[in-house]
């Protein structure tokens, strides 16, 4: 009769188990985005990089998956001025803004957002549809979610397919003696990579 007992109550604890179903909120911290570029130059391919400072971004409230979260999160900025990049050199700085990022459409106006999400909440892959200087582009990306809620994407698109040639041709110019390899060779890199980061809060309860 006790075994019979203890059968019952094993079996309704284990129904109830699975009954219980784990849901999950995410939130974004629109403040903790942070945007940031690499550039490359020599034949070496050394990286120059530097920091989007005037990010705006939009988020939900609450979504209940992580792709949710992320389909419905879009950034913008403009780089109406030298100020709006950080590379931690003023003079590069100014460089950039001078012979690249103001040949471009509408002081290089951007917008961002996540689409074809695919993964888990430990990692994955995802596309940002990256519109700048007037056109658009798909821009393949992996992103990782640590247990701390640190967010991180990265990826990276050919300048030229975003019609950024004269931008390019004018910065590999004005820098065509600072781009010089140990071989000799000036080389400004066509590849522009990308890092998206913040922190996304998860909380998990039963219903």
Known sequence: MRISKILV???????????AKTECIYQLDPASVKVNWTAFKTTEKVAVQGTVVDVKVESPQ?????????QKTIGSGSFDSVKKSDSGNPARDQTVYDKFFSLLANHAQFKGTFSSVKGDDAAGTV??????????????????????????????????????????????TACEVLHKGKDGVSKTWTELALKISGMIKKECAQK
């Not at 609450?62 to 992320?70: E, G, I, P, R, W």
């Not at 519109?131 to 640590?146: C, D, F, H, I, R």
């Not at 300048?159 to 004269?166: A, D």
């Open 62 to 70: 609450k979504s209940k998956s992580l792709k949710a979260l992320l």
């Open 9 to 19: 109550a094993s079996l309704f604890i284990s129904t109830s188990a699975l009954a």
């Open 127 to 172: 596309t940002l549809m990256l519109s700048v200087n007037q056109k658009k582009e798909g821009v393949p990306m992996t992103y990782k979610l640590a247990d701390d809620g640190a967010f991180e994407a990265t990826g990276s698109f050919d300048m030229l397919s975003l019609g950024m040639q004269k931008a390019h041709e004018s910065i590999h």
